[in-house]
């Protein structure tokens, strides 16, 4: 069974400053990761994704996640925030071939100091 | 080429009425997931169909919640009897499986429920 943590629910940054989000998942079988980004009262939006091939990802707005076998680990960042990067963000795992579900983690919730 | 639709995008009901909320998937996709939001938590994942099938249902409470794809139509998640604590937000999302697929959901805005 597929599974995702995201290690801390809330997470402050400062307005330029580097964007951490981790995420860490358990899979039986090479997995399929994605992040997604969820703005107030909105649905989610597709940040980035990683299926196969290179390990660094690039996504919208700025952010990348490397996934890294290893270590089991995709975690999400941004060089410098800006204030519309807040929200919450969530990871999630599937296997495609299965019923494409996505697992997704319990989010966080990142805020953006001026 | 419109994204997936849901409606209402707020539905109030008293405890015991009944709500149903509707979802049109992205044109030419098949595939069609709920999912439920608690406040503070994460997404749960609850159903997933294809037209006119039930293909994962093991995230949807045994009593009082049904879901629906017809083959025409929107797909439909039926929660009848309310209580409080289904009192959240709902997500559809919908994909596409082919060979070009890589296991992405579109989502919806949202129907979110409030039981009095």
């Known amino acids: 069974a597929q599974s995702v943590t995201q290690l801390g629910s809330h997470v402050s940054v400062s307005e330029g400053a580097l964007v951490l989000l981790r995420c860490n998942y358990s899979s039986s079988v090479p997995p399929y990761l994605f992040w997604y980004v969820q703005y107030p009262n909105q649905g989610l939006q597709l940040l980035l994704k990683?299926?196969?091939?290179?390990?660094l990802v690039k996504g919208i707005n700025g952010f990348e996640a490397e996934f890294k076998k290893s270590e089991t680990s995709f975690h999400l960042t941004k060089p410098s925030a800006h204030m519309s990067d807040a929200a919450e963000y969530f990871c999630a795992v599937s296997v495609l071939g299965a019923t494409n579900k996505l697992i997704f983690g319990t989010g966080t919730l990142l805020a953006v100091q001026p | 080429n419109a994204g997936v639709m849901q409606n209402p995008r707020h539905l109030v009901r008293r405890r015991g009425q009944e709500a149903r909320l509707r979802c049109s998937p992205m044109k030419g996709h098949s595939h069609v997931y709920w999912y439920r939001q608690l406040p503070e938590e994460g997404l749960k994942f609850m159903v997933y169909?294809?037209?006119?099938?039930?293909?994962?249902e093991s995230g949807m409470p045994k009593e009082r919640f049904s879901a629906e794809f017809p083959k025409e139509g929107p797909s439909i998640l039926r929660i009848q009897q309310v209580v409080r604590g289904d009192s959240a937000a709902y997500f559809c999302a919908s994909s596409q499986t082919d060979r070009g697929a890589t296991g992405e959901l579109f989502f919806g805005e949202g129907s979110r429920l409030t039981v009095l």
């Open positions: 990683y299926t196969t091939g290179a390990t």
């Open positions: 169909l294809q037209k006119e099938n039930i293909i994962d």
